[in-house]
């Protein structure tokens, strides 16, 4: 499979919001970039992540309104982040022990260099599929 690295470079560039922002902010740039979460940066330090699923719990059935609320009110601030050494297997595992469906991608200063989905890491694992059965086919009959 291909490196972490690789995963996040062939990605457009990551979305972020500011914990000041309004919710209906934050759901206009999902919306907009037909995302599912984004990265909630302060001063350009990763303080959390917006999703959908943040929304759905914490304003829609709340009766909060998206207009008058901060992201910072109801985003994932206990996150889980990956660096480029981990593999797509480990994400993976992480995703799937956490419960979460995103996974910022930190470098060795603590930067944010994107953010990985559990869409992401499925094709990733389809394509090393796919290619290990041509691979396997190929050497059959041949």
């Known amino acids: 499979m291909r490196p972490l690295k690789q995963l996040i470079e062939g990605k457009p560039s990551t979305v972020t919001v500011g914990p ?71 994400c993976m595992a992480l995703m799937t022990d956490k419960h979460i469906r995103h996974l910022p991608v930190i470098g060795a200063n603590q930067e944010v260099l994107g953010i990985i989905s559990i869409g992401d890491l499925v094709k990733e694992t389809i394509s090393h599929q796919k290619f290990t059965i041509e691979q396997l086919v190929s050497y059959i009959q041949n």
Not at 41 to 65: H, M, N
Request: charged share 30%; proline share 1%.
């Open 20 to 90: 000041d922002d309004s919710v209906f902010t934050a759901l206009n740039l999902l919306a907009q970039f037909d995302i599912g979460a984004l990265l909630v940066l302060d001063q350009g330090r990763l303080v959390g992540i917006f999703s959908e699923r943040d929304y759905a719990r914490k304003i829609i059935l709340k009766g909060k309104a998206s207009k008058d609320t901060p992201v910072r009110e109801i985003m994932s601030d206990r996150l889980s982040c990956v660096t480029l050494n981990q593999t797509v297997e480990e």
